[in-house]
């Protein structure tokens, strides 16, 4: 069965850290590209960043600079390093794979960040 299951949201204020985790399994997933993505309330979904097969990261320019995207393949985990939090980052937080052609995503975690 295939699952993307994330942690690590809450709460922060302006200017505070969060890392989340996005953990796996069902699927090969040295062999699978991670994205996170993002959405606020009333807004379209923001992608946020990308990971490759080999580790290399691609990041919004909104997040450039204070997001860092890694992945541990031992652990099939994937993470989202969040520093320097803003009051526009507040969103529900999902990560992403196209998994045997599906685009399937988890269940999210929550940040908020208040001023």
């Known amino acids: 069965q295939v699952q993307l299951v994330e942690s690590g949201g809450g709460l922060v204020q302006s200017g505070g850290s969060l890392k989340l985790s996005c953990t796996t399994s069902?699927?090969?997933?040295?062999?699978?590209?991670i994205s996170w993505i993002r959405q606020a309330p009333g807004k379209e979904i923001d992608w946020v960043a990308g990971?490759?097969?080999?580790?290399?990261?691609t990041l919004a320019n909104s997040v450039k600079g204070r997001f860092t995207i890694s992945r541990d393949n031992a652990k099939s985990t994937a993470y989202l390093q969040m520093n320097s939090l803003q009051p526009a980052d507040t969103a529900v937080y999902y990560c992403?794979?196209?998994?045997?052609?599906?685009?399937?995503r988890g269940q999210g975690t929550q940040v908020t960040v208040i001023p």
């Open positions: 069902g699927f090969d997933f040295t062999k699978t590209v």
């Open positions: 990971i490759d097969f080999g580790g290399t990261p």
């Open positions: 992403r794979a196209t998994i045997r052609g599906q685009l399937t």
